[in-house]
């Protein structure tokens, strides 16, 4: 038997533990680093399992699910959970606001709560004294789902309520979702342990909710936010919605941090307009907003037309994943002569514009995804990410279609395509004979992070190489403004603009310079660090594989290839010409022996892939080299973080491949502040 000493002090264990949890899930403002929480939980997980009979059903320790269950039991919601009407666009807003207007008499601007919509699943959570009793889906509104047994697993919420005025009985209403960060490890592992991946994150946190064992659900990454109160028993609640959801983040709930009170519908359109732009860079995916008229008299009085609220209204972003039909699937030839399939497809409205391509990456995605000619595809266009198929619908495959071959012959030049063995890309041999490599190199030195130079776009580019004014990018140093003036679409005054452009870019930095001279596997990041380890162009272009590799994050592969580029003789030509055309940047020679760094994360390598909620890419690289970091271009073993936000790309998966630890933004920043790992 534990002794009373042992009670109170596994009591007080499971209170400091609520207490992290609230301020970690709920105020995102932790208090203590993930250390001290992970001890203090040891230490509750010990207690228990030496005293059984301390263990009660809300402790900390029971969120790692109990026993299968053989079935879900059904509910019936004490209210109604009402659906939404829908608005797709202003106008119908405003209609919206003018209905409730007339409705309650009044020519006055009407407050709105306006919340994010997020893309999840509703549930009712019943709360007994303060204890969660019930958790269920949905369901038809009227009968849903017990998955007590799984909202159980959920940390962000709590089995326990917190705080004083706690009513006998409450529903609170809400939406399980799966952050996006947290979808992508999810996938990640799935396909590491060869099972099937889930489309979206909704699908993924219905998935995890809907499961039989408890124990799978809790290795799943929910999250939860209250968006407000079906039903209560005793106590008394605030007048409007607003303060409601102040009162259940009092009680311990997360209500999304994107919640405001606006005035009149002008402010509900702006919201969401502002929402609209910082949609991507949520962490977690909405399908647009919600307005709810926030006095709760006001609500009463509107009530509602069969089974939607007449206070409330959904307005929705436009969609990001639509259905088309692929109508051929092409090949493009980029800079090093990469053959990438690309789908042809019927335009169809997406993510707010008109599709009408969408990149199949390589030929082992193509493989993948086995997408034809004649398929009916999922499309997704999120924010300005470039459109993707996602996913065939087999069903509605026609008869016949025949699977995409790879080409024995570049489609733009003719010459052979090579794919190495064991290798996912096909590349013209053609080099720079190909237009279209020639096209790509060029359009790639004088973009924004290479040599940057103004006004000399995609069709100017185009047509620069069709007409043969210019074959490598020297030619472009010899660019006169009659010749440019002659071109379609360039007058007098933009063909003097561009060539001053063009002058001005000869005075550049060494890093620009390497990066713009395309070398494979060589990104900006990666040119930072040469130009800054070498100081000179000359030592690059002498440094062997073995001073190559000395360099902190240049791995085997890329020294090989740096040191291919500057041994063929073509591309030792174009520098030459480029140099006697003017091109210039300070040398600075060798880098001195670095000073040890300092900081938090003294000598650690990152690497930074997808979009992070608030920092951009800059700033999250100031702050990392601030703290005694450095920021590398790709994942080898010699990686230590990497930070992913929305949309990762493949650097995510390198990184689960690797083994390598894997941070949101908020983690960065803990361990920026010297908080420790927070792996
Ligand atoms: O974020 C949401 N998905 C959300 C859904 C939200 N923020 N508020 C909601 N409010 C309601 C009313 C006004 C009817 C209580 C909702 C939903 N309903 C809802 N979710 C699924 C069906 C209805």
């Known amino acids: 038997m534990a002794t009373s000493a042992q009670a109170r002090r596994a009591e007080v264990l499971r209170a400091l533990i609520e207490e992290h949890n609230y301020r970690y899930y709920v105020l995102d403002d932790p208090t203590i680093p993930d250390a001290g929480y992970d001890a203090l939980f040891r230490e509750l997980q010990a207690l228990e399992?030496?005293?059984?009979?301390?263990?009660?059903?809300?402790?900390?320790?029971?969120?790692?699910?109990?026993?299968?269950?053989?079935?879900?039991?059904?509910?019936?919601?004490?209210?109604?959970?009402?659906?939404?009407?829908?608005?797709?666009?202003?106008?119908?807003?405003?209609?919206?606001?003018?209905?409730v207007r007339e409705r309650l008499g009044t020519e006055e601007e009407v407050a709105y709560s306006a919340e994010p919509k997020l893309d999840g699943l509703a549930v009712s959570l019943v709360y007994e004294a303060g204890r969660l009793v019930r958790a269920a889906t949905r369901g038809d509104g009227f009968v849903g789902e017990d998955v007590t047994h799984n909202v159980r697993t959920i940390r962000a919420l709590p089995v326990r309520l917190r705080g004083d005025r706690l009513p006998d009985r409450l529903e609170v209403r809400g939406e399980v979702y799966m952050p996006r960060a947290g979808f992508?490890?999810?996938?990640?592992?799935?396909?590491?342990?060869?099972?099937?991946?889930f489309v979206n994150p909704r699908n993924a946190a219905a998935g995890s909710l809907r499961q039989l064992d408890p124990r799978i659900t809790a290795t799943r990454p929910?999250?939860?936010?209250?968006?407000?109160?079906?039903?209560?028993?005793?106590?008394?609640?605030p007048d409007t919605h607003s303060e409601t959801l102040v009162r259940l983040r009092d009680w311990g709930l997360p209500v999304s941090p994107d919640v405001a009170r606006v005035v009149g519908v002008e402010a509900c359109l702006d919201y969401q307009r502002r929402l609209g732009e910082r949609r991507r860079a949520l962490p977690y995916e909405v399908d647009g907003v919600v307005y709810k008229v926030d006095s709760c008299a006001q609500q009463e009085a509107l009530g509602y037309v069969s089974r939607a609220p007449r206070f409330a209204v959904a307005?929705?972003?436009?969609?990001?994943?639509?259905?088309?039909?692929?109508?051929?699937?092409?090949?493009?030839?980029?800079?090093?002569?990469?053959?990438?399939?690309?789908?042809?497809?019927?335009?169809?409205?997406?993510?707010?514009?008109?599709v009408s391509n969408a990149t199949l990456h390589n030929m082992d995605e193509l493989g993948r995804k086995d997408v034809r000619p004649g398929d009916t595809v999922v499309i997704r266009r999120a924010g300005d990410v470039i459109p993707e198929v996602v996913r065939v619908l087999p069903e509605q495959r026609p008869a016949g279609a025949r699977s995409v071959r790879l080409p024995d012959r570049c489609p733009v030049c003719g010459s052979e395509v090579v794919r190495p063995e064991g290798e996912a890309i096909a590349?013209?041999?053609?080099?720079?004979?190909?237009?279209?490599?020639?096209?790509?190199?060029?359009?790639?030195?004088?973009?924004?992070?290479?040599?940057?130079?103004?006004?000399?776009?995609?069709?100017?580019?185009?047509?620069?190489?069709?007409?043969?004014?210019?074959?490598?990018?020297?030619?472009?140093?010899?660019?006169?403004?009659?010749?440019?003036?002659?071109?379609?679409?360039?007058?007098?005054?933009?063909?003097?603009?561009?060539?001053?452009a063009i002058a001005a870019s000869r005075e550049t930095t060494l890093?620009?310079?390497?990066?713009?001279?395309?070398?494979?596997?060589?990104?900006?990041?990666?040119?930072?660090?040469?130009?800054?380890?070498?100081g000179s162009l000359d030592a690059l272009v002498n440094a062997d594989e073995a001073a190559l590799t000395s360099v902190p994050d240049v791995g085997p592969v890329m020294a090989g290839r740096i040191t291919a580029f500057f041994r063929q003789p073509r591309n030792l030509a174009v520098i030459a010409r480029l140099r006697s055309a003017g091109v210039h940047w300070p040398e600075t020679g060798p880098a001195p022996p670095?000073?040890?760094?300092?900081?938090?994360?003294?000598?650690?390598?990152?690497?930074?892939?997808?979009?992070?909620?608030n920092l951009a890419r800059e700033a999250a690289r100031e702050r990392i080299e601030a703290a005694g970091g450095r920021v590398a271009g790709s994942v080898s073993k010699r990686t230590d973080y990497v930070v992913a936000g929305a949309d990762p790309g493949s650097k995510l998966a390198r990184a689960l491949e690797l083994g390598i630890a894997v941070l949101d933004e908020d983690g960065l920043l803990r361990l920026l502040a010297g908080d420790g790992p927070a792996s």
């Open 184 to 197: 992508a490890l999810l996938n990640e592992r799935l396909a590491a342990e060869g099972g099937k991946p």
């Open 315 to 354: 307005h929705k972003f436009p969609a990001e994943e639509q259905t088309t039909v692929v109508e051929a699937v092409e090949f493009q030839v980029g800079r090093t002569g990469a053959l990438t399939p690309v789908a042809r497809l019927r335009p169809v409205f997406v993510g707010g514009v008109t």
């Open 594 to 613: 670095a000073e040890a760094p300092a900081g938090p994360v003294a000598g650690r390598s990152f690497v930074l892939t997808g979009t992070l909620p």
């Open 49 to 99: 399992a030496a005293h059984p009979e301390l263990v009660v059903p809300e402790s900390p320790t029971q969120r790692v699910g109990g026993a299968p269950v053989p079935a879900f039991g059904t509910v019936r919601h004490e209210q109604p959970m009402l659906s939404l009407d829908n608005a797709f666009t202003e106008e119908e807003v405003r209609a919206f606001d003018r209905r």
């Open 427 to 500: 590349r013209c041999a053609g080099g720079l004979a190909c237009a279209a490599q020639r096209r790509e190199a060029l359009r790639h030195f004088a973009s924004r992070r290479a040599l940057d130079i103004q006004g000399l776009g995609t069709q100017l580019v185009e047509q620069l190489v069709t007409l043969d004014l210019v074959t490598d990018p020297a030619d472009l140093f010899a660019l006169d403004a009659a010749t440019l003036a002659g071109l379609e679409r360039l007058g007098e005054r933009s063909a003097a603009k561009l060539v001053a």
């Open 511 to 534: 890093d620009r310079f390497l990066y713009a001279l395309g070398i494979p596997e060589v990104g900006d990041s990666t040119a930072r660090v040469l130009a800054r380890h070498f």
């Open 222 to 237: 929910l999250a939860f936010f209250a968006y407000g109160i079906g039903s209560h028993a005793g106590g008394a609640l």
